[in-house]
């Protein structure tokens, strides 16, 4: 069961997740206080943007092994969902709720792992509609035996 499609998309989705500490989230021209003063602003700048990637990369690894209790896949599945949501969303307002500010003239490009989640989120919903889709394939053999 570990072949089937939902695992390549639980997969994607583990891979989107552990791409954030490749890529950035944004970039500046001249550095500013805060998160942008290496002009870089990526997973390692906050402990929350940390744990939030390796916890939803993690949990989307881990549900692929859970081939044999599929409403737990689902569960997690639907957790992964939430934190796919979650990462940009919390990334973007700690950039820009910054308490330090930022410098002005300071010109902020939004980075790649700014729009990963977003892969992630579809990979998901679509390794969730796969996962429902064998529970209805197994409960239907159960009534005909």
């Given at each position: 069961?570990?072949?089937?499609?939902?695992?390549?998309?639980?997969?994607?989705?583990?891979?989107?997740?552990?791409?954030?500490?490749?890529?950035?989230?944004?970039?500046?021209?001249?550095?500013s206080?805060?998160?942008?003063?290496?002009?870089?602003?990526?997973?390692?700048?906050?402990?929350?943007?940390?744990?939030?990637?390796?916890?939803?990369?993690?949990?989307?690894?881990?549900?692929?092994?859970?081939?044999?209790?599929?409403?737990?896949?689902?569960?997690?599945?639907?957790?992964?969902?939430?934190?796919?949501?979650?990462?940009?969303?919390?990334?973007?307002?700690?950039?820009?709720?910054?308490?330090?500010?930022?410098?002005?003239?300071?010109?902020?490009?939004?980075?790649?792992?700014?729009?990963?989640?977003?892969?992630?989120?579809i990979?998901?919903?679509?390794?969730?509609?796969?996962i429902?889709?064998?529970?209805?394939?197994?409960?239907?053999?159960?009534?005909?035996?």
């Amino acid at each position: 069961m570990i072949q089937r499609i939902q695992s390549v998309f639980l997969l994607l989705a583990s891979i989107t997740f552990f791409l954030q500490f490749v890529f950035n989230f944004a970039t500046s021209d001249k550095p500013s206080p805060g998160f942008l003063s290496d002009t870089i602003y990526n997973v390692s700048d906050n402990p929350v943007l940390l744990v939030l990637t390796i916890l939803g990369g993690a949990v989307a690894l881990i549900s692929i092994f859970l081939f044999r209790n599929r409403s737990l896949q689902i569960r997690m599945g639907y957790f992964v969902i939430v934190l796919c949501i979650l990462l940009p969303l919390v990334a973007f307002l700690l950039m820009y709720n910054e308490p330090t500010g930022l410098s002005k003239g300071v010109e902020i490009n939004d980075g790649i792992a700014m729009y990963l989640p977003i892969i992630g989120l579809i990979t998901t919903i679509l390794a969730n509609k796969y996962i429902s889709k064998d529970t209805k394939l197994v409960k239907s053999m159960d009534r005909l035996r």
